[in-house]
T-cell receptor
Framework: GEDVEQSLFLSVREGDSSVINCTYT??????LYWYKQEPGAGLQLLTY?????DMKQDQRLTVLLNKKDKHLSLRIADTQTGDSAIYFC?????????FGSGTKLNVKP | SAVISQKPSRDICQRGTSLTIQCQVD?????MFWYRQQPGQSLTLIAT?????????ESGFVIDKFPISRPNLTFSTLTVSNMSPEDSSIYLC?????????????FGPGTRLTVL
């Protein structure tokens, strides 16, 4: 099956940029996704990128995709304390979603 | 997107009992999914529930332990049977919405289950 990997923790100061990284193994992925999970809540879709794109920007969020290296990243500009959450990358293969382990982002005031 | 609700939001249950979790969507969807998220872990797909057919279970999950119903296009239930402490997890339903162009999944808020 597909392997999707993320680093477990990231700590930044409020106002800095955060970069959360993800690697995947399936080269035929059509879309790749970023989800956010706040404490005690379900998963909220943040953004997704089509595999033929290498960048997508949506307000404070920038997604970069390096398809050759199978590397996906999520950059959050001007990180706020409300951005503290667990961030999951996911890809889809034959209608099945594969999630990374999640990166816990801690934003210090 | 779709609005998805789950009931109950949390429960504490005794070993050996069963709990049925409900998932309601505000629009008709073809595919619904049930996931388990064990403490500190990522999501694991339990099964895919399509209306009018038997649920399709992933490796490691069986119908006797996790029976699923999908009576219509807006509702599904997952039962966790004969529970043990190892079943303590968050259970999430999700729906595929947006058509074939994105295959995006949207998640319910989850049901936090603790088994004593």
């Amino acid at each position: 099956g597909e392997d999707v990997e993320q680093s477990l923790f990231l700590s930044v100061r409020e106002g800095d940029s955060s970069v959360i990284n993800c690697t995947y193994t399936d080269s035929s992925s059509t879309y790749l996704y970023w989800y956010k999970q706040e404490p005690g809540a379900g998963l909220q879709l943040l953004t997704y990128i089509f595999s033929n794109m290498d960048m997508k920007q949506d307000q404070r969020l920038t997604v970069l995709l390096n398809k050759k290296d199978k590397h996906l990243s999520l950059r959050i500009a001007d990180t706020q304390t409300g951005d503290s959450a667990i961030y999951f990358c996911a890809d889809i293969n034959f209608n099945k979603f594969y999630f990374g382990s999640g990166t816990k982002l801690n934003v210090k005031p | 997107s779709a609005v998805i609700s789950q009931k109950p939001s949390r429960d504490i249950c005794q070993r050996g009992t069963s709990l049925t979790i409900q998932c309601q969507v505000d629009s008709q969807v073809t595919m619904m999914f049930w996931y388990r998220q064990q403490p500190g872990q990522s999501l694991t797909l339990i099964a895919t529930a399509n209306q009018g057919s038997e649920a399709t279970y992933e490796s490691g999950f069986v119908i006797d332990k996790f029976p699923i119903s999908r009576p219509n296009l807006t509702f599904s239930t997952l039962t966790v049977s004969n529970m043990s402490p190892e079943d303590s997890s968050i259970y999430l339903c999700s729906v595929e919405f947006g058509g074939r162009s994105t295959d995006t999944q949207y998640f319910g808020p989850g049901t936090r289950l603790t088994v004593l």
